[in-house]
């Protein structure tokens, strides 16, 4: 499981990407390169990791569950995803 800090932190570079979106749009159209910079870095939507709803988990995880892959076998196993199950043949 992932430190609350570093969820934490994640949520933020979230709710700033969300924040500048149109700022950032705008400056690009106009190709102002120097505004852009001087933005907050966390800003910047790139900045965002994807992680796992349940643990926050970093690595492993599938974009279109949201779930790291320790979490989707889990779930999938106790038929808690619709339509997924184990491969078997």
Known sequence: MASISVIARNDKRKR???KYEE?????????DWVGLQKLPRNSA???????CTM???GRGVY??????RNMLRLMALEGKIP???KASW
Do not use: D, N, Q, Y
Not at 45 to 51: A, C, L, N
């Open 16 to 18: 700033l990407a969300k």
């Open 23 to 31: 700022r950032r749009e705008i400056m690009k159209a106009k190709g």
């Open 45 to 51: 939507p790139t900045r965002i990791v994807s992680r």
């Open 55 to 57: 643990t926050g988990r």
């Open 63 to 68: 974009k279109k569950f949201g779930l790291c």
């Open 83 to 85: 339509g997924l199950r």
